[in-house]
């Protein structure tokens, strides 16, 4: 297993559950900043390595007239004022190669959204900034397909790769998960991180939004922990009805720490010795 650091304290690929939180999209540097450290606390008492995320821009959503976020230059000084306010590491995606160089200047980890997965010049841009590059495996992958995308960063003379499963397209507005995934990609020598909230969307199910199953989230995640991915990526919020993006499928903020507590015990029993 290659390991993936992506600072000092959170290294992909051990022993540790890494999580990878924050709501889906910057609503306003203060909200960001607060969650922020309201996760880094809960994270540290259950003694879980963690990074934050957030998107600056939501370029994929259902509707032209949803909420997608302030922008590149707003949404990065906003991650600045969550570093600089809690230490932690952070998580961004990225949609256009002319994003790359700016977010990896803020961004310890660029991510390639899901309906990207196999945009080679975009994948390219990210691993060319010596990032942390966290693939999204889209929706319409087999597992093994993604060594193709990790072969475009390493190529690209960046070993720090990591894949994350969010879901495959099962019928009209459905995701499923497949546990099979998990020991497959982490065959291929790269850290696996589990999207929990995400693989519980039901793209495009609501009137011009995406609908989601959030009272899954436990059970998705505790097996996705059982198949032995290296972190877990939540999508969290202190009112999720009140998100403006994701709402149904979010993690509501005070359900973390106990999930996280369970997670960390699964973890110990199928990673004893690693």
Do not use: W
């Amino acid at each position: 297993m290659n390991l993936v650091a992506v600072d000092d304290n959170v290294v992909l690929g051990r022993r540790d559950l890494v999580l990878i939180a924050g709501p889906c999209v910057i609503e306003s540097p203060s909200h960001v900043v607060a969650l922020a450290r309201e996760i880094a606390a809960i994270a540290a008492r259950v003694g879980v390595p963690y990074v934050f995320k957030a998107s600056f821009d939501k370029a994929n959503r259902t509707s032209a007239s949803s909420f997608r976020g302030p922008g590149m230059l707003e949404g990065l000084q906003a991650l600045r004022g969550v570093k600089a306010a809690t230490g932690v590491p952070v998580l961004t995606d990225i949609h256009e190669t002319a994003q790359a160089a700016p977010a990896a200047e803020v961004a310890d980890v660029l991510q390639i959204p899901a309906f990207l997965s196999r945009q080679t010049d975009l994948i390219t841009a990210a691993a060319a900034t010596g990032r942390v590059v966290n693939i999204k495996k889209g929706q319409f992958l087999a597992p093994l397909d993604v060594r193709h995308a990790i072969a475009k960063v390493t190529a690209a003379g960046n070993s720090r790769v990591c894949i994350t499963e969010r879901g495959f397209s099962f019928g009209y507005n459905n995701l499923i998960v497949d546990m099979r995934a998990f020991p497959m990609m982490r065959a291929l020598g790269v850290p696996v991180i589990f999207d929990v909230t995400h693989s519980l969307q039901l793209p495009g199910g609501g009137d011009g939004v995406t609908s989601g199953l959030a009272e899954y989230i436990e059970p998705l995640a505790c097996a996705g922990v059982a198949a032995g991915v290296d972190g877990v990526f939540l999508e969290v919020h202190e009112d999720p009805s009140k998100a403006k993006s994701d709402a149904q499928n979010a993690l509501r903020l005070d359900l973390l720490e106990p999930l996280l507590r369970k997670l960390v015990q699964i973890n110990t029993i199928v990673k004893p010795h690693a």
